[in-house]
């Protein structure tokens, strides 16, 4: 009897494909339950051109499994390590960010509740965040500034004003 028979004895046609691709010189991996052993295996076949014959060879597959299980904890858990480690730099880089802003906010508000004293402190980065920060504080000491000049000017007009309503009193 050749393999083929011996498939088609046990019931295995499912299996003629691949056996023919073995014994037409191809290589190749199968699992294969219940062919001979109760057990599933895992059978691999490669074709050694200088002899025309077929190298086979089997294991079970539990036996093969084994290494992929312990390699797939090493390949999820550096998936996981590297995951943690983009999540944290995210996490850094997106309070790098906040930080600045939610200062620049709170002396934002600070000014329109009309404190013109507040500025944006500890914002010294040479960005596009830390050019607003400064900005806004040479704003709020120019506004200040612009305030007093007026309210000087109103003083001088009320004074010139009250002096004149007492000449011509």
């Known amino acids: 009897k050749n393999v083929l028979q011996v498939l088609k004895d046990r019931g ?5 494909g691949q056996v023919r691709a073995m014994l037409a010189g191809q290589s190749g991996v199968m699992t294969i339950g219940g062919l001979f052993e109760r057990e599933r295996h895992m ?18 597959a539990s036996d093969a499994l084994v290494v992929f299980r312990r390699h797939f904890k090493f390949v999820v858990g550096g998936f996981l390590g590297a995951l943690g480690l983009v999540l944290t730099t995210i996490w850094i880089v997106s309070r790098k ?11 934002v508000l600070r000014v329109a509740d009309g404190d013109l004293d507040a500025r944006v402190d500890g914002v010294f980065s040479n960005d596009e965040i830390g050019d607003l920060a400064k900005n ?4 709020t000491v120019d506004l200040k500034g612009q ?3 007026l309210a000087s000017e109103e003083a001088e007009r009320e004074k010139a004003e009250e002096k004149n309503r007492a000449k011509s009193d």
């Open 12 to 16: 295995r046609q499912d299996l003629e």
């Open 43 to 60: 059978y691999s076949f490669a074709p050694i051109a200088s002899t025309g014959w077929t190298f086979v060879t089997y294991m079970p």
């Open 97 to 107: 960010l906040t930080i600045p802003i939610e200062k620049l906010q709170g002396s």
């Open 136 to 139: 806004f504080n040479r704003m």
């Open 147 to 149: 305030v007093m000049k």
